[in-house]
């Protein structure tokens, strides 16, 4: 074998770490989050588990790869990622994908892909950007139909509800708008 060539991408193990993912993601969903689930895998282990809990925690920050990314730092005992992957349901937002390029994440696999907000090549590309310091891989389309149909269902049910609070809208469905 040529030691030039790229190692082949194993789908199956993203499609299995992805299905992990999934079950974060459903996580959210029950707790009437925005269903976005991640892992990160380090030597073919997962290392962490996080789904979104914004509203939970009453925290703008806690998208499910940032509490993701938290707890694999911890576990590897450094803020740097190089040797992991992060499995996310959804395409990052610039605010998760500017923490995996400072946590130097070696690789994002994502599931759906965000036109509007995403910045794993969307919206923007922050996790390939050619000025910043550390570029992650991106492998992106993994499972995507079971994650756009969470993220539609949830986004359905939540413009189904009354409107509370005084609130005088409801919520957009902000991440899948080209399906």
């Known amino acids: 074998m040529d030691t030039n060539e790229d190692p ?10 992805m299905g992990e993912a999934l ?3 459903l996580r959210a969903y029950d707790a009437e989050e925005v269903p976005v689930g991640a892992v ?6 997962i290392i962490a588990r996080a789904f979104n809990q914004v509203e939970m925690l009453h925290d703008a920050t806690a998208h ?3 509490l993701a990314i938290t707890q694999a730092e911890a576990s590897v005992g450094d803020w740097r990622l190089n040797e992991c992957v ?7 937002c610039p605010m998760c994908a500017g923490a995996m390029v400072h946590a130097r994440l070696g690789k994002v696999v994502f599931g759906v892909g965000d036109p ?3 910045a794993a090549g969307g919206a923007m590309n ?6 910043l310091n550390h570029r992650c891989e991106i492998t992106s389309g993994v499972r995507e139909e079971e994650c756009r149909r969470l993220l539609k269902t949830f ?12 609130e005088t809208e409801r919520p957009p469905d902000e991440a899948i708008t080209n399906t």
Not at 40 to 45: D, F, L, S
Not at 86 to 92: A, H
């Open 8 to 17: 082949p991408i194993d789908l199956r193990s993203d499609e299995r770490f």
């Open 23 to 25: 079950r974060q993601a």
């Open 40 to 45: 990160i895998v380090r030597n073919g282990r």
């Open 64 to 66: 499910a790869e940032m």
């Open 86 to 92: 992060l499995y996310v349901t959804k395409e990052p």
């Open 116 to 118: 509007k907000a995403g």
């Open 126 to 131: 922050l996790l390939q950007f050619p000025t």
């Open 155 to 166: 986004f359905a049910e939540q413009r189904s509800k009354p409107v509370e609070n005084g």
